[in-house]
């Protein structure tokens, strides 16, 4: 009884520190908006960095989540980045994007408002991700890895191929893609994004992708359809990523199928290693810290003058070994990534604090268990 | 209630099972004894469809269910715990027991319940992480995490896999009382013979792939070539 009402008391605690956090996060971005032309350089790297918390924890679904070892994550922003750029571009600027091949008749009055765009991204890369899930998700660890990775390739070969050019402008790209009109509309989408994948991990269909990872033969033994499960969990976790890269598409405002290199899967899966492979939170976190860490760090590309002598090393690029060397540290001291598998909550950080209070008021009487 | 009907089994390569038949009656407590590589386990994981059977058939309450994938076997109370306990390590007790039951839609608070009953400990630890059990603790939670699918019949493989004599004792305890209370009838394989045949009342013995010997599991205790090869006792 006193235990129950004690966890009442934690929980109440609890949603009102969330809520304070949420309140004091929205007055920050607010403050940011209301002198967007001061802060440009700060909304753009809270922008990027919720867009890629986005497809981090969407990669974190399919490889922290259901043990799934899938590199197509780009391929996937690919399609959604594309489908929300060929809907939402002004029809107007058209002729002057297809301005070398022309555009295809089929999409040439085609346009969706932003928002639709972007489902309708996120639904194509779902789609693609069905059909080629069928096959390959019998695969397991690196040769799933191998063939996932193989197919984002030739989702980027497909985009950039002549035969394409009067839909995707080929190796040109598209431009003139609307923004977005300020960093609540990003913010509402990555927070209602990440938000129905957390709902999803917390639901039975979580345990069920947890059950895969931790032991497939046991998992299938207590009645679980290991093929099904999978295909959900990628299909899900694709469709968020086609969302996320309709956003990026919207936040760069012109894509080229060069965005979507491997180079882009590899720096998710590096947020997702550095957040810990698991852990929602963990993922934003790494998306924060390793999209503003690379921005923060340019001073090291700057030359730099020690008592008048120019230090050899500070020149373009150093600042890469630099991010490289404080992931290299991360990795060793932190092999699990910042989180592990844990969760951010108050309760943790509450005991945290606690225990150090509980330490200074050794000696004097408990007067919380009394009452 | 189960009938196994020349059942061949191919597994890595080789012919693990080479044409098995035998019965497990409702409500019965029957094992499979025999030494490593007999193939006990092989017949166990098709019976649970996890592997597929080269010929042969198996009947469940006279259907023939072998070509049912795992998770229909499953719902129809069919239900294996596996070798080596298999929990799943970074998920906590409770949920551990609650995947057990994810193919009902019923409430599960009786069960689990029930389950708790079976074993306080598991009650006492339901928010740790299995991984940081100890054996027997995960050999209980994984018949726990059985039992949950409501089985008709549960199947064992190596309940005993390396567990300290005492455990093994209770786990035992606790197989016997599960068919007593419950009902549930027990298909068992072990390499501990004596203490399955204890609790069984009917044993199958198992060489390379065939069944070469079955009889009460009284009379197998008794019998001078059982106990010179399993049970360690020397012929008088």
Redesign the interface.
């Known amino acids: 009884m006193d235990q129950s009402f004690h966890a009442m008391g934690e929980r109440r605690r609890n949603i009102v520190l969330s809520l304070c956090l949420a309140g004091l996060l929205l007055a920050c971005c607010g403050y940011l908006q209301a002198n967007k032309y001061e802060y440009n350089y700060a909304i753009s790297i809270i922008e990027r960095s919720l867009i890629y918390a986005v497809v981090a924890v969407s990669m974190n679904l399919v490889n922290g989540f259901t043990g799934l070892f899938s590199l197509g994550q780009a391929g996937f922003m690919a399609i959604g980045a594309y489908v929300t750029a060929i809907l939402t571009i002004p029809t107007a600027n058209r002729p002057s994007v297809y301005y070398i091949s022309g555009i295809h008749p089929w999409i040439e009055n085609l346009h969706a408002p932003a928002l639709l765009a972007l489902i309708l991204g996120g639904l194509a890369a779902a789609a693609c991700a069905a059909l080629i899930g069928i096959p390959v998700l019998r695969l397991k660890s690196d040769y799933l890895a191998i063939a996932t990775l193989g197919f984002a390739e030739i989702i980027r070969a497909l985009i950039a191929a002549p035969m394409m050019d009067r839909i995707t402008n080929g190796s040109y790209g598209l431009k003139s893609i609307p923004g977005f009109s300020s960093i609540f509309q990003v913010l509402a989408l990555a927070a209602c994004s990440i938000g129905l994948m957390v709902l999803l991990i917390n639901s ?1 269909y979580g ?2 992708f ?2 895969i ?3 497939e ?9 290991l093929f099904r499960t999978k295909e959900l969990s990628f299909v899900i976790s694709s469709f968020f990523a086609g969302i996320s890269g309709g956003m990026l598409a919207m936040f760069m405002r012109s894509i080229d199928s060069k965005t979507f290199q491997v180079s882009l899967t590899y720096d998710i899966l590096l947020i997702v290693v550095i957040g810990g492979i ?1 852990s929602v939170t963990g993922s934003v976190l790494g998306a924060f810290l390793v999209t503003a860490g690379r921005e923060i760090l340019r001073f090291f590309d700057e030359p730099f003058f020690l008592g008048g002598v120019q230090v050899p090393l500070f020149r373009p690029g150093f600042r890469m070994v630099i991010f490289s060397l404080l992931l290299m540290i991360v990795v060793l001291f932190y092999s699990k990534g910042l989180m592990g ?1 844990n969760e951010f909550s108050w309760n943790s950080i509450c005991r945290f604090f606690g225990r150090k209070e509980r330490k200074k008021q050794e000696g004097r009487v408990p007067h919380d268990g009394a009452k | 209630m189960l009938r196994i009907e020349n059942l061949k089994v191919n597994y890595g390569g080789i012919e693990a099972v080479k044409g098995i038949s035998f019965e497990v009656p409702e409500r019965s407590i029957v094992t499979l004894i025999g030494a490593n590589g007999a193939g006990k386990s092989s017949t166990l994981r098709t019976i ?1 469809g ?1 592997v597929k059977a080269r010929e042969g058939h198996i009947y469940f309450d006279d259907e023939d269910i072998s070509s049912m ?3 229909k ?3 129809k109370g069919i ?4 070798e080596g306990r ?6 906590t007790v409770l ?1 551990n027991i ?3 039951a ?2 009902r839609k019923d409430d599960l608070t009786k069960d689990i319940q029930a389950v708790y009953k079976l074993f306080p400990r598991l009650e006492e630890r339901h928010w740790q992480l299995a991984g940081t059990l100890s054996g027997g603790e995960q050999q209980m939670l994984a018949v726990a ?1 059985g039992l949950m ?1 409501s089985p008709r019949i549960m199947m064992l493989d190596e309940p005993s896999l390396g567990l300290a004599p005492i455990v093994v004792q209770e786990i035992f305890g606790t197989i016997r009382r599960i068919n007593q209370e419950r009902g549930t009838t027990i298909l068992l394989i072990e390499q501990n013979a004596n203490m399955a045949l204890k609790i069984a009342s009917h044993a199958y013995v198992m060489e390379t792939g065939r069944i070469v010997m079955s009889g009460s599991g009284s009379e197998l205790l008794e019998n001078e070539e059982i106990r010179a090869a399993y049970l360690g006792k020397r012929k008088h």
Do not use: H, Q, W
């Open positions: 039975s345990r069920m947890k059950a990872r931790e032991d033969i046991a998992a299938e033994a207590m009645g679980i359809n698991g598998t | 649970a996890l994938p795992a998770r076997r499953v719902e239900t294996l715990c596996p298999r929990v799943f390590p970074d998920m949920e609650r995947i057990g994810y193919l995490r699918s």
